[in-house]
Nanobody, 121 residues
Framework: QVQVAESGGGLVQTGGSLRLSCAAS????????MRWYRRAPGKQRELVAA???????NYADSVKGRFAISRDNAKNTTYLQMNSLKPEDTAVYYCNAWLVQGRDNLVASYWGQGTQVTVSS
């Protein structure tokens, strides 16, 4: 069994900061990559940031320079530091973990339940 759990969402004013956490636990060997997505009301899900096992990062254009993804390998936890938040960042943020499992080292995708981020104007 694998669990992926986000935390750290909340209500913040425009220009404020939040740090989201995503912790993976259970039966797996390692983390292949971690991604943060978000879904705003009435919009499609959007990839916000990604971090590979090799340390490569990718960001959506809308968050470049404001958001930063990082990880703590010892805790199997990935963080999304969000600065200079804007009302358009309001969304449910989801963590997507790609984990290496099994004797064949297959990579499987797991999702968290999401955490609400609301930025007031």
């Amino acid at each position: 069994q694998v669990q992926v759990a986000e935390s750290g969402g909340g209500l913040v004013q425009t220009g404020g900061s939040l740090r989201l956490s995503c912790a993976a636990s259970g039966s797996f060997f390692s983390i292949n990559s971690m991604r943060w997505y978000r879904r705003a009301p009435g919009k499609q899900r959007e990839l916000v940031a990604a971090l590979t096992s090799g340390g490569n990062t990718n960001y959506a254009d809308s968050v470049k320079g404001r958001f930063a993804i990082s990880r703590d390998n010892a805790k199997n936890t990935t963080y999304l530091q969000m600065n200079s938040l804007k009302p358009e960042d309001t969304a449910v943020y989801y963590c997507n973990a790609w984990l290496v499992q099994g004797r064949d080292n297959l990579v499987a995708s797991y999702w968290g339940q999401g955490t609400q981020v609301t930025v007031s104007s």
